[in-house]
């Protein structure tokens, strides 16, 4: 069941000239020794706040960073972070000590209009979390307005992501946009062929994107741990690879929708096995879809490289979450890679091609491919997987709430 479609503000559709803005933005950057070790994050809100900077608004950012558990931990502090925003951004960065309280209001008041606030990590309070109403009051001190642009924590019912979005108008702002047109629209009313390629370690993360997409793709490709427990699903020997015993009927059922809705569903025809999972195990290469007994597959193999590639070739819309093998140890990772390379390709060749979740990204980092060299790479792992198990997302849904209120 896909969640019902919402209505939300646009922020280049606001009239905000001059006015105080707090914005939520995913920062839960890497920090290596005290210096951010990946911008990437930051980039991403560049076209929102450049927006906001552009017309003379205060900017108030606001952001978690990892997991302090509502208690001030300093190697969680977003100082770090501020030398990158003033360059990312061009422009002034004051940092509030606190995110909330009298410190942060007298940061905030002192900052100028074509300014930025950046707010300390607003997980050092468990308030937060508990999307406690006061809380959110606090924050939505610090603006007339509330723009959302923390694709990372939409499907978290948060005080600066849920309960603030009742205390102030509010619209999205340009990156959850453009995560909701591709993992959305794209995925809603995809360019056909529709593919999607699924693997990773485990069917129980996965089970409800595979029913969701199966309403609306052409093929389906499964890879990784999990296509063990559907091919025993098949009744095919797997050896000792990756099985989810009590999920094995919940597969049975995934290939049985995918009959239903003429959707095919491929299984790898040939894999990488070893006896121990270790970098210099020697490796056999399996001939055919069933693995030896004693060993487990542990990469796709390359006939399954092969018949995966060309229907990549041949799709006009391509989503891939989750990698072939274990990519973690090179002598495992040439699926993957072979994968990603096969989606930068079908870019090239004008497919929509969508990378979601945390691995795959991994997998594209390790292969040397940048984001741009693909459609879209989703900057919210949990967020788009919610998104396309068709699940609503609280920061969203309370937004458009907000919005109707108003
Ligand atoms: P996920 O977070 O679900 O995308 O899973 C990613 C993990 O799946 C990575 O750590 C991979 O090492 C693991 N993985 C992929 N293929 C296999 C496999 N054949 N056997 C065991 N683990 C695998």
Redesign the pocket.
Known sequence: MAAPVLKLARIQDMDLKGKNVVVRVDYNVPLKDGKVGDEKRIAATVPTVKHLLDNGCRVVLMSHLGRPKGKVAPEFSLKPLVPSVEKLMGAKVHFAPDCVGPEADKVVAAAGKGEIVLLENLRFHAEEEANDASFAKQLARHGEFFVQDAFGTVHRAHASTAAIAALLPGCIGFLVQKELEFLDRAVKSPARPFLAII????VS??IMVLNNLLDSVDMLLI??????TFLAAQNVAIGK??LEADKVEEAKNVIAKAYKKRAQCLLPAD?LAVQE?KPDAPIQHTQSMAVPDGW?????GPRTIAIFKEHIRQAKTIFW?????????DA?SNG?FEIAKAMVEATQNGAVTIVG????L?VLKKAGIKSSQLSHCSTGGGASMELLEGKALPGLTALSKGAEGK
Do not use: Q, R, T, W
């Open positions: 693997g990773g370690a485990k993360d996965k890879g990784g741990g999990m296509a063990y690879s990756l894999h999972l487990m597959g542990v990469d796709i979450n989750g990698p072939m093998g274990v990519f973690e140890m495992f993957s979740g945390g691995d795959s991994s």
